[in-house]
């Protein structure tokens, strides 16, 4: 399974920007994706997901109301749109994807197998 994540830029705070992440090698609809970021000098953290098959979703606390995760199988993609951005978004953002996930499991990046490269998201002031 391969991840190609894209859409990453410089925008102003208060700005949008879509994140798309394209799942090629397997049955698409199969697999569970989400996004994760990761900062200089912090930790990876869980930014969004959704689950294959029915599509419910998940979100962190500090974007939830402000990104929007979706999924277009006919494409095997995912999105992040991401509204109202904040300077302490700017990260890395990487799409991650597996075939196993249970509900538990969706925020955890130690669980999904497969990942994209990062794309940049650096909001200014």
């Known amino acids: 399974v391969q991840l190609q994540a894209s859409g990453g830029g410089l925008v102003q705070a208060g700005g949008s920007l879509r994140l798309s992440c394209v799942v090629s090698g397997r049955t698409f609809r199969d697999y569970s994706v989400g996004w994760f970021r990761q900062a200089p000098g912090k930790e990876r953290e869980f930014v969004a997901a959704?689950?294959?098959?029915?599509?419910?979703?998940y979100y962190a606390a500090s974007v939830k109301g402000r990104f929007t995760i979706s999924r277009d199988n006919a494409k095997n993609t995912v999105y992040l749109q991401m509204n109202s951005l904040k300077l302490e978004d700017t990260a890395a953002y990487y799409c991650a994807a597996d075939s196993s996930l249970i509900s538990s499991s969706m925020t955890n990046g130690d669980a999904y197998d497969y990942w994209g490269q990062g794309t940049q998201v650096t909001v200014s002031s």
């Open positions: 959704i689950k294959r098959y029915g599509g419910t979703t």
